[in-house]
């Protein structure tokens, strides 16, 4: 199994910069696919940007030039760098953990909210 723990969140003017971060219980290495979401009230869950084992990263259109997903090893944190924000990437964020090599599974953090407004 693996623990996700999202911090980082807050609330910010449009134009700001949060960065987003996300523990995990055990090594990156044994997770094969890392994600952020996000939620918007009223919308369904999308996905932000994906880092595979590989280290290769895949972005959504709203947010590619904006937002870098990266991963720290030292620290099995998974992070999201998000800069120009705009009102609408308020959300709650999710990360999450695909794994495959160490069994099957599929794990969500708790959600941390971000708050983009004047």
């Known amino acids: 199994q693996v623990q996700l723990v999202e911090s980082g969140g807050g609330w910010v003017q449009p134009g700001g910069s949060l960065r987003l971060s996300c523990a995990a219980s055990r090594s990156l290495r044994e997770i094969d696919t890392m994600r952020w979401h996000r939620q918007a009230p009223g919308q369904e869950r999308e996905l932000v940007a994906a880092?595979?084992?590989?280290?290769?990263?895949t972005y959504v259109d709203s947010v590619k030039g904006r937002f870098t997903i990266s991963r720290d090893h030292a620290k099995n944190t998974l992070n999201l760098q998000m800069n120009d924000l705009k009102i609408e990437d308020t959300a709650v964020y999710y990360c999450s953990a695909q794994t495959i090599r160490i069994g099957v599974g599929y794990y969500w953090g708790q959600g941390t909210q971000v708050t983009v407004s004047s």
């Open positions: 880092v595979y084992n590989d280290g290769y990263t």
